[in-house]
């Protein structure tokens, strides 16, 4: 999947506080790895390098994602938090 880092950081920014810690939490991961998915740089840390392939460019570039759980995971946040911000 290719998506703009801008949206990716709007994605980022969009999550309720909390976010990376429960996404690292229900995959498994380091909070550090999916920072670095959404374009952190934390690659001293232990855990493994996100799947990701930033490719600089206009606003930022462009970002070809291998494995989208940890993007499949924000949205799925971000609809839970607009559903309770309905509710």
């Known amino acids: ?6 949206e990716l950081r709007h994605i980022k920014d969009s999550l309720p506080h909390g976010s ?3 996404i690292a939490h229900e ?26 392939h930033f490719e600089k ?5 462009v970002v070809r994602l291998e494995d989208t759980a ?8 971000l609809d839970e938090h607009k559903q309770a911000a309905l509710n």
């Open 20 to 22: 990376m810690e429960r």
């Open 57 to 61: 460019g206009v606003s930022g570039g």
């Open 27 to 52: 995959l498994h991961l380091e909070v550090d790895t999916v920072r670095n998915y959404f374009g952190a740089e934390h690659f001293e840390a232990p855990g493994k390098i996100a799947d990701v």
């Open 1 to 6: 999947m290719v998506i703009t880092f801008e």
């Open 70 to 77: 940890i993007l499949n995971a924000a949205m799925r946040i």
